[in-house]
T-cell receptor, first 112, second 116 residues
Framework: KAGVTQTPRYLIKTRGQQVTLSCSPI?????VSWYQQTPGQGLQFLFE???????NKGNFPGRFSGRQFSNSRSEMNVSTLELGDSALYLC???????????FGPGTRLTVL | DQQVKQNSPSLSVQEGRISILNCDYTNSMFDYFLWYKKYPAEGPTFLISISSIKDKNEDGRFTVFLNKSAKHLSLHIVPSQPGDSAVYFCAASARAGGTSYGKLTFGQGTILTVHP
């Protein structure tokens, strides 16, 4: 079974721009969670989607948003990028009712 | 407010010996715990988990112990192998109550180095 895939793997943007990251979960997994990893803050939960609905959200500003499609694929969007948004963005999928999440390789975002 | 803490930033072990990675938590609502292993430029890989109704779970060379009264868990790797060298994260979730959908709270990680 294929794992979680994320595209693109690397991205360079400048301040003020916006970015969209994509995540395809493991087949059959309908829950998708997003995390931000930085050296200072570690792995921080952004939000979770299930059946195209956001069920949970972390403590991030409204510039961070996401959505999920009917095939469970998910996207996250960051608008008005700031230097501090430079991070590894990780997507994870799980079966509904399970807390075991399986992570993708991540998208490394650099904001200049 | 760091609810999950891994107080040892690094651990160095000889090949064949036991590696013990520790994790403490403060939130008594956490009832499910996981360990992940991460290599640079890759996403975390799930290793093993434990529910709060258990105090031990084994999977091959990996054993996780949970001490609920002390709010402490540990991961034992026996025997340690050079390929185990990576960053290890413990994570926790609060399943009961249904308000923490999809949210894992992670520790800061421990860098394990296994020397041949």
């Amino acid at each position: 079974k294929a794992g979680v895939t994320q595209t693109p793997r690397y991205l360079i943007k400048t301040r003020g721009q916006q970015v969209t990251l994509s995540c395809s979960p493991i087949s059959g997994h309908r829950s998708v969670s997003w995390y931000q990893q930085t050296p200072g803050q570690g792995l921080q939960f952004l939000f979770e989607y299930f059946s195209e609905t956001q069920r949970n959200k972390g403590n991030f500003p409204g510039r961070f948003s996401g959505r999920q499609f009917s095939n469970s694929r998910s996207e996250m969007n960051v608008s008005t990028l700031e230097l501090g948004d430079s991070a590894l963005y990780l997507c994870a999928s799980s079966l509904d009712g399970s807390d075991t999440q399986y992570f993708g390789p991540g998208t490394r975002l650099t904001v200049l | 407010d760091q609810q999950v803490k891994q107080n040892s930033p690094s651990l160095s072990v000889q090949e064949g010996r036991i590696s013990i990675l520790n994790c403490d938590y403060t939130n008594s609502m956490f009832d499910y715990f996981l360990w992940y292993k991460k290599y640079p430029a890759e996403g975390p890989t799930f290793l093993i988990s434990i529910s709060s109704i258990k105090d031990k779970n084994e999977d091959g060379r990996f054993t996780v112990f949970l001490n609920k009264s002390a709010k402490h868990l540990s991961l034992h790797i026996v025997p340690s192998q050079p390929g185990d060298s990576a960053v290890y994260f413990c994570a926790a979730s609060a399943r009961a109550g249904g308000t923490s959908y999809g949210k894992l709270t992670f520790g800061q990680g421990t860098i394990l180095t296994v020397h041949p």
